[in-house]
């Protein structure tokens, strides 16, 4: 597979009254065609800021954003306007990204009537056919997003990311509002628009269950860094950070006979604004020492399983040594 999305050190600060907000600081990461990128961590840690930086409805700070081999990190709107065929957002408030004043064909439409790229009687038909792709009835053609619940009104904005054929979507948190039978609904169309359209996601969600489901690697974000990134199914058998065990620790089991040891987090967080050097997270790690006040990055730890921390291997002798015995 080849790289369809490289991210190099990208940075979007925000100036406050306080000082400046590091809301992403410093992330890097590459994107496979026809794989998902989860991205999870607490509320606050950057997540729906990094998606939006990468597609440009934020300016960065700093670094690099590398699509299909073209750096689009300071594009000019022509460049832009290109870019948005190929690359496209789901919101996570299916309500409020909707214009109450337009129906739903008119909303499934808007992206071909601004990218003029066909006439107004195969617009209409392409129309139906996202509505039928994504499971909306074609009755509901004259609906406004009022008329409808939750479960349908996020697949019109899924329908509206579609319109333009792109080849990468960042999801943010397209399932978070909705019920949970809903959520499975809308989850698995993802998956088959993926397999069938061969897509590339960015999911970003703070459930760690549906981040496993929809997968192919994840991040961990804590403050505006990635402090893990793996392949799904390892980061579940095998959390190397004491931020990603403690995520995991808070996973409910669907079993009440089963016991389960809870990491509780305890101590301040860290202010995002004009942070010091060092682990954000030490302030609240059971492991930290004065080493852990020295600066620190992502680091490949065993068979690209990046962690950035400074005692990963103190903390996980037992797990690194069978791993590289395995090897």
């Known amino acids: 597979m080849s790289t369809i999305l490289e991210v190099q050190n990208l940075k979007k600060y925000f100036k406050t009254p306080r000082g400046t907000l590091h809301a992403v600081d410093d992330v890097s990461f590459k994107i496979e065609k026809g794989t998902t990128l989860g991205v999870v961590g607490e509320s606050g840690c950057g997540k729906s800021t990094l998606g939006r930086t990468i597609l ?145 996601y960015i999911f970003i969600t703070h459930d760690l269950s549906v981040v496993k489901y929809i997968s192919d690697e994840i991040c961990v974000m804590y403050l505006g860094q990635v402090v893990e990134k793996c392949k799904a199914d390892e980061l579940f058998e095998k959390p190397l950070h004491p931020y990603t065990k403690a995520l995991l620790s808070a996973i409910p089991i669907p079993d009440i006979h089963a016991k389960k040891e809870r990491i509780i987090l305890q101590g301040e967080i860290t202010s995002p604004i004009n942070p010091k050097p060092g682990c954000r997270f030490a302030a609240r790690c059971i492991y930290a020492n004065e080493e852990c006040s020295q600066p620190q990055k992502l680091e490949d730890v065993s068979n690209e399983h990046y962690v950035s921390c400074h005692r990963v291997y103190e903390i996980n002798e037992n797990i690194l040594n069978s791993k590289e015995e395995s090897v």
């Open 56 to 200: 440009q409805l934020l300016d960065s700070t700093d670094g690099k954003i590398i699509f299909e081999g073209e750096d689009v990190t300071h594009a000019d709107r022509k460049t832009l306007s290109r870019l948005r065929r190929h690359m496209q957002i789901i919101f996570q408030d299916p309500f409020s990204s909707l214009n109450p004043r337009m129906t739903v064909s008119e909303t499934i439409m808007e992206p071909l009537i601004i990218q003029k790229i066909m006439c107004k009687k195969d617009m209409l038909k392409e129309t139906e056919r996202l509505m039928d792709t994504v499971g909306l009835a074609r009755r509901l053609t004259n609906s406004y997003p009022h008329e409808l619940d939750g479960g349908r009104r996020q697949r019109i904005g899924i329908a509206r990311a579609l319109a333009l054929n792109p080849k990468f979507i960042v999801c943010d948190e397209p399932v978070s509002a909705l019920d949970v039978s809903i959520q499975a609904q809308v989850l698995n169309l993802m998956q088959d628009l993926k397999n069938d359209r061969k897509l590339t």
